[in-house]
């Protein structure tokens, strides 16, 4: 099995599937970047048992890369020396992704700037390619997957993404260098495609898939799909999940995804998973703002993150990007009745430790 030059023991685990939190970007009231409270934050989810984190995706603020602002590399860099350091001293190994963005040249770039930095591997934007032929996008998949191993990214298109064919998914499930896929389109229909796409390839023991399907994450993760190819019937599961969802309460996320793993080992999913489903869409529809199309998404995150006392606040790049109206009020709601999705406590026993230089 191609593990794409990576550790043989950390490709291992990924493939058995990992928490990876989609990583926010801190920021003080002048937009300004706060190293001390993104380093906690690499802690947090280290200690927290995450096998992974992605930095520079859509929850790190695409905006990193305006030249107005240029943090792309910057929070790359730091980002990355707070994870080796944290986790040398944990004894463990932690899967470093890198979101690529633009059209080749820019993601050359990127990927370029990433695998210097010491990133595992890329998550590939396709958002730059609204009005491409999917023969266009495949040939850029190609290149970038030549410069570093890549994740591939089915975007939802609310926030930016496009509709893609199972026949684009199976193409690009043949590519070298494609070591996994995170499928976030929001939609069960297209959903299907990427899973049926990866086993109609016959890649589905090769590329583990991850949900980032946040408004259906523990059904996603609770499913067995059975795929009919040429080949016969395949047997798949959604692996793991990189996640803006879990970028917050991680801790919890943790545990449930292992939960999870054993329940598809005992074939036994007790009715009681379906309602902790629902409760825990329920708290994503409040963290992400979907009452009004998403447009909190990123501050809300930050609410949470704030409100445990590792950020500073919930500010963006863009001045313009704030808690939508009551949607503090839908946090607040969410934290009450759902007393035992969050890990306040957890994070309020360590924090002064994340904090220490």
Not at 18 to 34: C, G, S, T, Y
Not at 42 to 52: E, F, K, P, S, T
């Amino acid at each position: 099995m191609n593990d794409a030059g990576l550790d043989h023991e950390l490709m291992k685990r990924f493939r058995q599937g990992m928490v990876i939190p989609a990583m926010p970007l801190a920021l003080d009231e002048q937009r300004k970047f706060q190293e001390p409270n993104q380093r906690a934050l690499a802690r947090y989810y280290i200690d927290a048992g995450a096998g992974g984190i992605a930095v520079g995706v859509h929850t790190t603020q695409f905006a990193i890369r305006d030249p107005r602002f240029n943090l792309f590399e910057k929070v790359l860099s730091s980002v990355s020396s707070s994870i080796d350091d944290w986790s040398k001293t944990r004894d463990v190994k932690i899967f470093k992704i890198s979101g690529i963005c633009g059209k080749t040249d820019q993601a050359s770039r990127e990927a370029e700037f990433a695998r210097s930095c010491g990133y595992h591997a890329g998550l590939l934007s396709l958002s730059a390619f609204h009005d491409a032929s999917e023969g266009e996008m495949l040939e850029h998949c190609r290149r970038i997957a030549a410069l570093m191993p890549i994740i591939g990214f089915y975007l939802q298109p609310a926030i930016g993404g496009r509709v893609l064919s199972c026949s684009f998914w199976r193409q690009f499930a043949g590519i070298k260098n494609v070591i996994g896929i995170k499928i976030a389109p929001f939609n069960r229909y297209q959903t299907l495609d990427v899973i049926r796409g990866v086993c109609d390839a016959g890649k589905d023991a090769e590329i583990p898939l991850y949900t980032g399907n946040d408004d259906n994450i523990v059904i996603d993760l609770l499913t067995e799909y059975r795929i009919m190819t040429s080949d016969g019937e395949k047997h798949v599961r959604i692996k793991g999940g990189l996640l803006g969802h879990w970028a917050v309460w991680t801790r919890n996320a943790v545990q449930m995804l292992n939960q999870i793993h054993q329940l598809a080992k005992d074939d036994n999913i007790p009715g009681n998973m379906l309602t902790l489903a629902a409760h825990i869409t329920d708290c994503n529809a409040a963290f992400f703002d979907a009452a009004n199309q998403y447009a909190g998404c990123i501050p809300g995150i930050h609410d949470v993150l704030r409100r445990q006392g590792l950020f500073p606040g919930t500010w963006c790049l863009d001045a313009r990007e704030v808690l939508s109206p009551g949607q503090a009020k839908e946090i607040d709601r969410v934290y009450k009745v759902y007393p035992d999705l969050n890990d306040d406590a957890f994070v309020k026993t360590n924090l002064d430790k994340w904090f220490e230089r």
